[in-house]
């Protein structure tokens, strides 16, 4: 009898190798027994190999934004099966000593923010719809990065999470110009290779008392202490668009 192929889980690539392995494989191993069915973690390690791969077809189960959860229902026959029902913003923010007059005239000016296709920078830049009128994005790797682009000058404005902003800004030296509307939380969607049946075990498995030990570091990561909650694809839905302009996905 042949080995039963294993299902294929991956996420946004935010951490490194190390660190998303120690995330994600005590969930992996969780899933695997929950089904009877080997479910394996593929690390990916940049967003260029992660949006190939996802288009593809590559992977089974997926677990990361709004937007790429959105993408997946409606382009690649996924169903979407739990979320984080933490809500989340973004900020965009500049010193105190910035003269704002008006998103729409801040095209002139960088921003530190995270390269897209991050949701808070597509946000950002969904603000601008004359293409010739688009601010230069100075790309950064975690908030911190972001917020001391803002205070020493390296950048006019900065895109980051709301939550991460307030707590890097405890001495108040940025304030906030503009504030997105509350976005659903992460979520993990399964391909259409994972079955019904399948669909439904793990979602079980994941709503289930015994998924909080297994689950306890992305749910650190993302402080949603209570666990997750069922998905409904129609929370997700209007936030496919903010991929339009991206390379490959339309």
Request: hydrophobic fraction near 40%.
């Amino acid at each position: 009898e042949q080995p039963a192929e294993p299902l294929v889980f991956t996420a946004a690539p935010r951490e490194s190798a190390q660190a998303a392995a120690d995330i994600y494989e005590p969930i992996t191993r969780y899933l695997s027994q929950a089904l009877n069915h080997p479910v394996v973690y593929r690390y990916v390690g940049n967003w260029g190999v992660y949006r190939t791969q996802m288009l593809r077809g590559d992977y089974d189960l997926v677990f990361d934004g709004p937007h790429f959860n959105s993408y997946r229902a409606e382009k690649l026959q996924h169903q979407l099966l739990v979320r984080f029902p933490v809500n989340f913003q973004y900020v965009t923010v500049a010193r105190d000593d910035f003269v704002f007059v008006g998103m729409q005239r801040l095209y002139r000016y960088s921003f530190c923010a995270f390269a897209p296709p991050n949701l808070g920078t597509l946000l950002l830049l969904d603000l601008f719809d004359n293409p010739a009128r688009q601010p230069h994005i100075a790309a950064a790797v975690s908030s911190e990065e972001i917020y001391q682009g803002v205070v020493s000058k390296r950048c006019a404005a900065g895109v980051l999470p709301l939550a991460h902003f307030r707590r890097l800004n405890q001495d108040g030296r940025v304030r906030v110009l503009y504030t997105t509307d509350q976005l659903p939380g992460q979520a993990l969607s399964a391909g259409p290779r994972v079955t019904a049946g399948e669909r439904l075990q793990l979602t079980t498995a994941l709503l289930a008392p015994e998924a909080a030990e297994p689950t306890a570091r992305l749910r650190a990561a993302w402080q949603a202490d209570s666990g997750f909650v069922r998905a409904s694809a129609e929370d997700y839905l209007p936030f496919s668009r903010y991929l339009r302009n991206e390379w490959g996905f339309y």
